[in-house]
Nanobody, 123 residues
Framework: QVHLVESGGGLVQPGDSLKLSCVGSGRSFERVSMGWFRQAPGKEREFVAALSWHDIIEYSGSAKGRFTISRGSTRNTIYLQMNALEPEDSAVYYC?????????????????WGQGTQVTVSS
């Protein structure tokens, strides 16, 4: 059974940085795509960033230039470095995994999701 475990969330002030981690287990991670979504209270889950198994990267408009998705030295780990955080970035951040990059990018049929980690940006 595939498990995705996120960590690194917390309470920070506007302008601060956070680095989220997602560690997967339960299958081979050689040819998977992984990514990040977020969901704020009362809003729909939205795409943040995606990384394909062959290093194609996409970002949402709000993430581009401030957030960086990367893979760890072991392919079952991805990170989301978030800089210049704004109150609008406050949300639960979810890690997502699928064999297809398109599914990770849209999230609609992605195979596996983590439980999420809370990020709160507030002064």
């Amino acid at each position: 059974q595939v498990h995705l475990v996120e960590s690194g969330g917390g309470l920070v002030q506007p302008g601060d940085s956070l680095k989220l981690s997602c560690v997967g287990s339960g299958r081979s991670f050689e040819r998977v795509s992984m990514g990040w979504f977020r969901q704020a209270p009362g809003k729909e889950r939205e795409f943040v960033a995606a990384l394909s198994w062959h290093d194609i990267i996409e970002y949402s408009g709000s993430a581009k230039g401030r957030f960086t998705i990367s893979r760890g030295s072991t392919r079952n780990t991805i990170y989301l470095q978030m800089n210049a955080l704004e109150p609008e970035d406050s949300a639960v951040y979810y890690c997502v995994l699928d064999d297809l990059f398109a599914n990770v990018r849209t999230g609609k049929t992605a195979a596996h999701w983590g439980q999420g980690t809370q990020v709160t940006v507030s002064s």
